[in-house]
């Protein structure tokens, strides 16, 4: 694992320095590797504003051939150890890359205890999974490949059948400036791939940052108004992500079954809280909740009404609002709400040919 990287263009300057010794022979073309072409995330104007720069560590830019690269591995079943399971198996690109599955099954058909996340906008995201145990996107990509309930494998094997491949070396090297593929350079470029799954261009979006009143239907109109001031649902899901990135307990029991990120750090304060989850595509990502418990939205939005355990350990603060009043909304604001909820959706997101296997 690890290993220096050479610096981007190392390569071609060894084969100058190289090829420097033939000056007075007539040189076939020199075969010289090109840098990386750089990309930037494209966001609609008025979205960096609202959302801010993007985390990019500085030792994985964003490059076009890094990006592609991590597309074909987001696809590839060779990372799993009986080459039936992708990334793609359980992120579904038409669910936001979401699974619609309650809990995804890993090769060897064992269930996980969690609902598989949608990948979207996770360029801001610097907590990562359900309880946040794992920092950026680099190192969560090490995990489903060994995880027992996902893709089963272990690294070498994984090194060493993408090294046999002609063609993926060939790849690294014009993504990274070398053949010797390692799982550091994996997950550098399945990161690159996910870093760039950037989702604004919702009805939402187009009524807030694009200033087209006409997009959004005036029931959405109200429930955006009431997910930011009465339903309180914007202190957490705070816009335009949807979430504040931070790791929340929203009343869904009195006794943990899974105490999220209280099992990761063993601090009683933290037990219950969940990654608050982006709300963007939320229409096409059913299951919901971390143990993916409400099949629909109206069952989600029913636990906002009337559902929350104010009783339940670390419960927020921002859920006070649902202790003084518990059901907070009337039939027709539920209404509203969900057709909030419904103009959060991306069709051109769910739908990129650029985004799907390749
Ligand atoms: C067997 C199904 C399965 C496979 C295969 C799988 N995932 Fe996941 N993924 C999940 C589940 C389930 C979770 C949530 C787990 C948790 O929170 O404990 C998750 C969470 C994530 C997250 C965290 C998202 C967030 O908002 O914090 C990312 C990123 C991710 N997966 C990327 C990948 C990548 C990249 C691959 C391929 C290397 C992959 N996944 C393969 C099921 C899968
Ligand atoms: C105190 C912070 C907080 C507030 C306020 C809040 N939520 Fe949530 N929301 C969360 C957390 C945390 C989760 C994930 C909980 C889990 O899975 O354990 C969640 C999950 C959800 C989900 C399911 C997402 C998914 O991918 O499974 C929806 C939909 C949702 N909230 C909508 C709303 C709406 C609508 C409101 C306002 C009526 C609201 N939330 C208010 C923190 C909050």
Redesign the pocket.
Known sequence: MGGAVPPYGALTLVLVVLMGCTRDVAVAPMITDQDPTPVELQLPAGVLAAVGDPLLPADNPLTAQGIALGRAL?YEKA??DDLT???G???VQANAFA?PRA????TDGSI?T??????VN?AW?AK????GRVQG?EA??HD??TNP???RNTWPVVESRLNADATYRQRFRAAFGTEQIDSTLVTRA?AQF?RSLVSFDSPFDRYWYGGDSTAMSEEAQNGLSLFTSQGKCAGCHAPGLFTDHALRNNGLDVVLSDAGFGAVTGDPADMGKF?V?TLRNIAVTAPYM?DARFATLEQVLNHYNGGVHMASPNVDLLMDFWGMNPTPFSADEINDLSAFLNALTDASFLTDPALAQP
């Open positions: 987001f990372l799993s399971l992708s990334c198996s359980c992120h699974d809990f995804s099954e890993g996980g969690r609902n598989a996340m949608p990948l996770l995201s990562l999974f359900w309880d996107l969560q990509a489903p490949v309930v996902e893709m399945l996910v990654k989850p971390h």
